[in-house]
Nanobody
Framework: EVQLVESGGGVVQTGGSLRLSCTASGFTADEYAIGWFRQAPGKEREVVSCISPSDRSTYYADSVKDRFFISSDNIKNTVYLQMDSLKPEDTAVYYC?????????????????WGRGTQVTVSS
């Protein structure tokens, strides 16, 4: 069974850091494009960051560039999202997702597998 499980969310003050983990089972994560998405109340789900399996190239949304960093650990079958300098507008449920694609994709509909999400709350 293919499964993605996120962890690492929580409540942090403005300027703080969190590291989210996305652990995959039932498939090899480094053979899929992995994306982190977030959804705030009343807003659409948006892409935050992605990593490709082909050359480990990465994508970051403008709103998180230079603050968030995506990485992977193939031995642990886990993808991480290091989030620094957090802002209240980063508050959302964060989801990881996997797409059977060799290249990066930022489109929500391209991702076949989704985790249940982890809540990130940044207090001002």
């Amino acid at each position: 069974e293919v499964q993605l499980v996120e962890s690492g969310g929580g409540v942090v003050q403005t300027g703080g850091s969190l590291r989210l983990s996305c652990t995959a089972s039932g498939f090899t994560a480094d053979e899929y494009a992995i994306g982190w998405f977030r959804q705030a109340p009343g807003k659409e789900r948006e892409v935050v960051s992605c990593i490709s399996p082909s050359d480990r190239s990465t994508y970051y949304a403008d709103s998180v560039k230079d603050r968030f960093f995506i990485s992977s650990d193939n031995i642990k079958n886990t993808v991480y999202l290091q989030m620094d300098s957090l802002k209240p507008e980063d508050t959302a449920v964060y989801y990881c997702a996997a797409a059977a694609r060799w290249l990066i994709t930022t489109r929500v509909n391209d991702y076949e597998y989704w985790g249940r999400g982890t809540q990130v709350t940044v207090s001002s």
